[in-house]
């Protein structure tokens, strides 16, 4: 069945140290969404990524769709304290959205 | 209302009783989703709503689970002689519209917390 795959599970950075996290789906996905959910919140919207090969900024954080539009990656430049939470990514194929396991980001001090 | 809201925030109950959780979309949205998520697990697709539509109820994991959405606002997902490994968070998130052209982002509640003793 549909699967994906979301790696790093965790990761711990220096603040000031970059950071990314990578989504793997099985099959193609029609476009895929990223979510951040804060410890204790509910995850909410980042971006929406359609088409192949597609590259989204918002200020320190890039945003890529893979050209076969099977992967995604997210990067964040010169993490802050306020980065922490769980990213997900979530790919749509049909009716349904399959989000990632996350990755949890624990930015120090 | 200013955003997705979901009742009750939380639910202990025992093993085996009926429960049932609410979720009240932003107005005029026609998308509607219900997700359960376990302790440090990303989320699982539950079933779909969109508009007057038949929902697709491929993510439910077995008949104790249902869900209605009455005149394409409220919904209602009813989990039917609950078990232990029911016990999660249960999130509802709506979009502004669905069908094949969803490209919309999905606004979540703040979830109700299931726990089944």
């Known amino acids: 069945g549909q699967q994906v795959m979301q790696i790093p599970q965790y990761q711990h950075v220096q603040e000031g140290e970059d950071f990314t996290t990578y989504c793997n789906s099985s099959?193609?996905?029609?476009?895929i969404q990223w979510y951040k959910q804060r410890p204790g919140g509910h995850p909410v919207f980042l971006i929406q990524?359609?088409?192949?090969?597609e590259v989204k900024k918002q200020k320190r954080l890039t945003f890529q769709f893979g050209e076969a539009k099977k992967n995604s990656s997210l990067h964040i430049t010169a993490t802050q304290t306020t980065d922490v939470g769980t990213y997900f990514c979530?790919?749509?194929?049909?009716?349904?959205?399959?989000f990632g396991t996350g990755t949890s980001l624990t930015v120090i001090p | 209302g200013a955003g997705v809201s979901q009742s009750p925030s939380n639910k202990v109950t025992e093993k085996g009783k009926d429960v049932e959780l609410r979720c009240d979309p932003i107005?005029?949205?026609?998308?509607l989703y219900w997700y359960r998520q376990s302790l440090g697990q990303g989320l699982e697709f539950l079933i779909y709503?969109?508009?007057?539509?038949?929902?697709?109820k491929s993510g439910l994991p077995s008949d104790r689970f249902s869900a209605e959405r009455t005149g394409g606002s409220v919904s209602t997902l009813t989990i039917q002689r609950t078990q232990q490994e029911d016990s999660a968070v249960y999130l509802c998130?709506?979009?502004?519209?669905?069908?094949?052209?969803?490209?919309?982002?999905?606004?979540f509640g703040p979830g109700t917390r299931l726990t089944v003793l």
């Open positions: 998130a709506s979009s502004a519209s669905g069908g094949p052209l969803l490209y919309n982002e999905q606004f």
């Open positions: 099959t193609t996905l029609s476009n």
């Open positions: 990524l359609v088409k192949s090969g």
């Open positions: 979530a790919g749509r194929s049909g009716n349904q959205f399959y």
């Open positions: 107005s005029g949205h026609t998308a």
């Open positions: 709503f969109q508009g007057n539509s038949a929902p697709d």
